[in-house]
Antibody, heavy 129, light 107 residues
């Protein structure tokens, strides 16, 4: 059974850097059939996909364009986890942050046919001075 | 970005009812659509991928259909655990945007 366990601070001041980690059990961050995603949820923005990392012979990352200049999603193969870093946070970044997996195995060879099937427990991040 | 809308915003129903939720995309997304159910305090749960493929373990009372820009999620014979908020997500283009959700509550 695949599980994702999130960790990281829940309170930040404006301009600080948000760092969250998602530890994987039951799967591998280096899997060639999975992608590892970050999503956030707030009352004002709803659910917002932030980006992903994945391994297909080499490491790849994709980001929401609106956040590309501020975020980095990266794997840590030694700890079988992946992380989110977001620079220069503002109160607008206050949200519940989730990590999630997409497993591209089963009924289709098209990677876009698969949704986010395993989620972390969520981390409430508050940005306030 | 592809905009995703959902209707209705709120829906009141009773146990045993059949309900239909709608999701629309601002441009064609073929069948690259997923549906999630979220209960308060929990992460979303994937119900359906690729418009109509039920995830393992999801009851058969859930079904999805559509293509292009209009999609539906139908829940037959509502169970108590189905009173929740439902989100659709397009997986056609970055960023993979979500709809604002439909909340199904008890009449």
């Amino acid at each position: 059974q695949v599980q994702l366990r999130q960790s990281g601070p829940g309170l930040l001041k404006p301009s600080q850097t948000l760092s969250l980690t998602c530890a994987i059990s039951g799967d591998s961050v280096s899997s060639d059939s999975a992608t590892w995603n970050w999503i956030r949820q707030s009352p004002s923005r709803g659910l917002e996909w932030l980006g992903r990392t994945y391994y297909r012979s080499e490491w790849h990352s994709d980001y929401a364009e609106s956040l590309r200049s501020r975020i980095t999603i990266s794997p840590d193969t030694s700890k079988n986890q992946f992380s989110l870093q977001m620079n220069s946070v503002t109160p607008d970044d206050t949200a519940v942050y989730f990590c999630a997996r997409v497993e591209e195995v089963g009924y289709s060879f098209d990677s876009n046919d698969y949704g986010l099937d395993v989620w972390g427990q969520g981390t409430t991040v508050t940005v306030s001075s | 970005d592809i905009q995703v809308t959902q209707s209705p915003t709120f829906l009141s129903a009773s146990v045993g009812d059949r309900v239909t939720l709608t999701c629309r995309a601002s441009q064609g997304i073929m069948t690259y659509l997923a549906w999630y159910r979220q209960k308060p305090g929990n992460a979303p749960q994937l119900l359906i991928s690729a418009t109509s493929i039920l995830q393992r373990g999801v009851p058969s009372r859930f079904s999805g259909s559509g293509s292009g820009t209009e999609f539906t999620l139908t829940i037959n014979n509502l169970e108590p655990e189905d009173f929740a908020t439902y989100y659709c997500q397009q997986l056609h283009s970055f960023p993979f945007t979500f709809g604002p959700g439909t909340t199904v509550d008890i009449k």
